[in-house]
Each structure stands twice: as C-alpha cells, then as structure tokens.
C-alpha cells in the first residue's frame, strides 16, 4: 500500500497542465463558491488568467495558465499555476500566500491535519495551512501517515 501511495505521489510530480492556446480575450463571471471576492476572471490574449474587480480594476494580473476555484484547497485561497507548471497559491485579496513554486500540491489534512504535501523536484515535503514550509521537500519518500494529528 506505501509504494503505491508513492506511486501515486511521484505521478501527481509528473503530471502537467497545459495552457490553451488562441484564446480570444474574454471574461467570465464566476459563481460566489468559486470566487467568493466576486471578481471576474479574464483571460489576456495569450491565454494566461487573472482577475479584474466589478469596477473594471485589475486585481490578479494575468499571470496564471490555470486558476482553480477558491475553497477547493482551503478556505479563501486559490490554488494558481504559471508558466512552467509550477502551482501555489492565492488568496481573495490577490496576494501570494504561497509562491507558485511546486510542481505538485497534495490538499491539506491527507496525511496530517492542516498540512498539504509538496513536490519540487521529485522531492516532497509539507506546507501548512499558513502556507508556510514546515517539512522542506528534500525527501524522496515519505510514508503515508494513517493517523492525523
């Protein structure tokens, strides 16, 4: 069952997401659950995402191939990717409470309460739900914890 979870954790390094090419700007209005700051997301001609207010201010320039839905990670953040498929996070003011700088982000609590697995490298470690580094990912291998603390 540990190799597998690893397994699965070395996939989750490799995996990539790719940008959609040709995208003519645009805006889309997102659901509150979504965005609970009730921006518009817009897309620059290049395809990268961003978000502008309802008065037309841009908020998060367009800096990002992918923004998920806030909440889905944690509570008023908002998991980002740039360029390079490196991910971090967001939160509803726009500012980076962690620098896109993973190739891989696991949710926060899987292997212990308010912690989210990470990968640079095919090295893993922990943030907290601070976004702070707490376990530097220098490992090659860790372990799946069963019991949360």
């Given at each position: 069952?540990?190799?597998?979870?690893?397994?699965?954790?070395?996939?989750?390094?490799?995996?990539?997401?790719?940008?959609?090419n040709n995208i003519e700007?645009?805006?889309?209005?997102?659901?509150?659950?979504?965005?609970?700051?009730?921006?518009?997301?817009?897309?620059?001609?290049?395809?990268?995402?961003?978000?502008?207010?309802?008065?037309?201010?841009?908020?998060?320039?367009?800096?990002?191939?992918?923004?998920?839905?806030?909440?889905?990670?944690?509570?008023?953040?908002?998991?980002?990717?740039?360029?390079?498929?490196?991910?971090?996070?967001?939160?509803?003011?726009?500012?980076?409470?962690?620098?896109?700088?993973?190739?891989?982000?696991?949710?926060?609590?899987?292997?212990?309460?308010?912690?989210?697995?990470?990968?640079?490298?095919?090295?893993?470690?922990?943030?907290?739900?601070?976004?702070?580094?707490?376990?530097?990912?220098?490992?090659?291998?860790?372990?799946?914890?069963?019991?949360?603390?």
């Open positions: 069952m540990r190799n597998y979870l690893f397994m699965l954790a070395i996939l989750g390094c490799s995996f990539t997401s790719y940008a959609q700007p645009t805006a889309v209005d997102l659901s509150k659950k979504e965005n609970p700051a009730e921006w518009i997301l817009v897309y620059a001609p290049d395809g990268l995402m961003g978000y502008i207010n309802r008065e037309g201010k841009e908020i998060v320039p367009p800096l990002f191939t992918m923004i998920y839905p806030f909440g889905e990670y944690k509570e008023n953040w908002a998991r980002v990717e740039i360029l390079g498929d490196l991910t971090g996070f967001i939160d509803t003011t726009g500012k980076f409470v962690v620098e896109p700088k993973y190739e891989y982000i696991e949710k926060f609590g899987k292997y212990r309460e308010d912690w989210a697995l990470v990968c640079i490298d095919d090295q893993f470690g922990f943030i907290n739900s601070q976004g702070k580094e707490i376990v530097p990912p220098i490992y090659s291998e860790i372990p799946f914890i069963n019991k949360k603390e």
